[in-house]
């Protein structure tokens, strides 16, 4: 078993709708990250989270560190937001390297 | 500022060839990484730095070797080149340590035949 997991692995949706994307992990973590990876294969960092909640435009993060669980949530998803969305956790006992999942590939349809 | 620059974007290899990806950061950051992507998988670490003449191992580090001579440059040298090292690989860096944001290069699509 994947020690980072997300679900969906695909996902597909009408413009406008509000998007959630889940993570998963089974190790302890001192830090969450949520990266978006564009269609030409750019990497982009969106979140770094270790606890609670943060905000920056349409895009929501949330991390429960006692359920070992993030979401990503987008609002009035837009065509321009479809991309993979991957989170990566920095383990307790790790000072380099992250723990990657195989992201989310999502496909907003206008 | 550039950022994280890599070099070639596309390459093709025969089997047994080698070849040096490069990757140059001009952020100052002391820490840099090497992963490959393949399809469908998540980002496996190949090497880090975490400063001038300072590199290890990471998940996957068979098959290459990197150095870092600058705080600048961490080029990746694939020596003996197989099929399975066809991916997609990528160059970033961070400030701090690896819990930190990383910044990526724009990705080196390597075909090995």
């Known amino acids: 078993k994947n020690e980072v997991e997300q679900s969906p692995q695909n996902l597909t949706a009408q413009e406008g709708e509000f998007i959630t994307i889940n993570c998963s992990y089974s190790v302890g973590i001192s830090a969450l990250h949520w990266l978006q990876q564009h269609p030409g294969g750019g990497i982009v960092s969106l979140f770094m989270?270790?606890?609670?909640?943060k905000k920056h435009g349409r895009l929501i993060a949330t991390i429960n560190i006692q359920e070992k669980h993030s979401s990503l949530h987008i609002t009035a998803s837009h065509p321009r937001d479809s991309a993979v969305y991957i989170c990566a956790v920095r383990g307790m006992d790790s000072n380099y390297q992250l723990i990657w999942g195989a992201g989310t590939k999502l496909i907003i349809k206008p | 500022n550039a950022g994280v620059t890599q070099t070639p974007k596309f390459r093709i290899l025969k089997i047994g060839q080698s070849m040096t990806l490069q990757c140059t950061q001009d952020m100052n950051h002391n820490y840099m990484y090497w992963y490959r992507q393949d399809p469908g998988m998540g980002l496996k670490l190949i090497y880090y730095s975490v400063g001038a003449g300072i590199t290890d191992k990471g998940e996957v580090p068979n098959g290459y070797n990197v150095s870092r001579s600058t705080t600048e440059d961490f080029p990746l040298r694939l020596e003996l080149a197989a099929p399975s090292q066809t991916s997609v690989y990528f160059c970033?860096?961070?400030?701090?340590?690896?819990?930190?944001?990383?910044?990526f290069g724009p990705g080196t699509r390597l075909t090995v035949l």
């Open positions: 989270l270790s606890s609670g909640k």
């Open positions: 970033a860096s961070s400030y701090k340590r690896g819990g930190d944001e990383q910044f």
